[in-house]
């Protein structure tokens, strides 16, 4: 599953030749492009902004253009770099896929395109280090937000349908003591993708 599937990425997460001082140096995120070049820019994940305006020399987003930075519900910074304008305010929840903004080329930036990169941190400065110690691979982080963020995304009601309609009939037609183990491990990761306690072992 890619979650930039809607984008071109231009410039993987790594070290790379930078685009405008032409040198050697690592990439804390993944640039990509969208089109057209003022494109919608909608968050990944839901989380409260923290930041939304020019990124200040010295305050961690330095050369960033207009950001927005979103604190997701691990502790995680979100930052949107480089927008032509902005959409939300400091303080404000959002929703995934809530537009924060448009794509631009403000800041340090060789074309329109947004700069997009996870920090592990939301202080001091936004998270900010020198070195790749203050930022994860943006793909990989969200493949496994989603794919966690999945599992306690189900109904309590749906889980209970399932469980009642065809879990506890199986169950009930097991014919050894693995299988019925195993229907009731079945109903135990249902129970508790949906916030409710585990009923066996
Ligand atoms: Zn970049």
């Not at 231009?10 to 804390?28: A, E, W, Y």
């Not at 330095?62 to 400091?90: E, P, Q, T």
């Amino acid at each position: 599953m890619n979650p930039f599937e809607n984008f071109r990425l231009t410039s993987p997460f790594g070290m790379r030749m930078h685009p405008v001082d032409k040198v050697m140096r690592f990439h804390r995120g993944v640039d990509l492009v969208i089109s057209p070049s003022n494109g919608n820019i909608k968050a990944f994940v839901a989380g409260e902004v923290l930041h939304a305006k020019m990124g200040a020399t010295g305050s961690g987003f330095g050369n960033y253009g207009n950001l927005v930075a979103i604190r997701d519900d691990k502790g995680y910074l979100h930052v949107y770099a480089h927008l032509s304008s902005i959409s939300v305010k400091g303080g404000q929840k959002i929703d995934k896929d809530q537009v924060v903004g448009k794509q631009g080329n403000t800041g340090k930036s060789s074309g329109a395109h947004l700069h997009y990169e996870v920090r592990k941190a939301c202080s001091p400065s936004y998270g900010y280090t020198a070195t790749e110690a203050g930022v994860v691979e943006p793909t990989k982080y969200l493949q496994d937000y989603y794919s966690k963020g999945e599992l306690v995304k189900v109904d309590k009601k749906d889980a209970n349908a399932i469980i009642d309609t065809y879990l506890k009939p199986a169950w009930g037609a097991a014919k050894t003591p693995a299988d019925k183990q195993e229907i009731g491990r079945l109903a135990d990761e249902l129970r508790v993708a949906s916030g409710q306690p585990k009923q066996n072992g």
